[in-house]
């Protein structure tokens, strides 16, 4: 009885020790950019709750977890959870995203970056993008140590996470980092679920406008986040995500991306679920079809999930 007690016990532990990251490292080896001098608040607003949220972020990082070497293709995904940029969802959004990703092979790196906020912030409208750009800095720059592919690098967003990974992909050309380059800024990819997009009054989440950029932003500031203007022929390849009857992010906003990567030929795919509200994570309860293994297929098709001869 002991033996099998002992043998239970470290199969359990040993699925509880891989749903961990194998490291967690600062996002920035030196000085944060864009940073004022300010204690650590960073704090959980629920503690007893299934999904950590993540509030008062002001030391942003980098969760790595990597896929099975047996089954790793060299693809990789930054993923940045959602939280109206005043929180970030970092199990439902995050972890557990990842651990999807990594079936599929694909290296996956939660980013913890930082909410906005005039507090520990230079300038709040360009913490979040600093901290995207860097994160794809890093992954390019560790790739051979993460057995990554520099060129299959791509960044996926959850709500409001959705808004920073698509400035991301669409102000590639306007670094906010040092030692930049358009080849180690530009994701190769984008995943954006439920997604916000545009910053105008028509369409946006008035929360995640106001966190990023103030209540009453000029309006040359909200076109320039509006992501939906600023697609180009060079924004990458998209899976868009969302459902119909969102009321917190209205479907909108992904179908005005989707029409602008259109119109500029870039390659995307639009699935809209009629039902399923906002912040599903990885399943949707109003439908038997799994959005994650729709994306699978979509990486599939672009060749990502294939390994490369070394």
């Not at 203007?229 to 917190?248: E, F, N």
């Amino acid at each position: 009885m002991m033996t099998r007690i002992t043998v239970l016990f470290a199969f359990l532990f040993g699925i509880v020790a891989s749903a961990d990251a194998q490291e967690t490292i600062p996002l920035y080896s030196g000085e944060i950019p864009n940073a004022i001098e300010a204690p650590d608040e960073e704090s959980v607003r629920d503690p007893s709750a299934e999904h950590t949220f993540k509030l008062k972020v002001s030391r942003p990082t980098l969760s790595v977890y990597l896929p099975d070497p047996q089954q790793a293709n060299g693809t990789a995904v930054i993923i940045c959870p959602g939280g109206g940029y005043i929180g970030l969802s970092v199990v439902k959004e995050g972890s557990d995203v990842a651990r999807a990703f990594n079936e599929m092979g694909v290296a996956a790196f939660v980013l913890k970056y930082r909410t906005p906020s005039d507090r520990y912030m230079t300038d709040k409208a360009t913490g979040p993008l600093q901290d995207a750009q860097q994160a794809l800095r890093v992954v390019r720059r560790n790739a051979k140590k993460w057995h990554v592919d520099p060129d299959r690098v791509g960044i996926a967003g959850f709500s409001a996470g959705g808004h920073l990974a698509s400035t991301a992909g669409t102000h590639f050309d306007r670094p906010v980092v040092a030692a930049w380059s358009k080849n180690n800024l530009r994701p190769d990819f984008m995943v954006l679920v439920y997604p916000v997009i545009s910053f105008t009054d028509r369409q946006t989440h008035v929360g995640s406008r106001t966190n990023l950029l103030g209540p009453k932003p000029p309006e040359a500031l909200i076109r320039r986040y509006s992501n939906e203007l600023q697609v180009t022929a060079q924004t990458p390849p998209t899976l868009l995500v969302h459902a119909g009857d969102d009321r917190a992010v209205p479907v909108g906003n992904s179908i005005t991306f989707y029409q602008a990567l259109h119109v500029q030929g870039v390659p995307a795919q639009l699935i809209v679920y009629p039902e399923g509200g906002h912040g599903f994570g990885l399943n949707n309860p109003t439908t038997p079809d799994n959005w994650i293994e729709r994306c699978r297929d979509w990486l599939a098709s672009r060749g990502l999930l294939t390994a490369q001869d070394a």
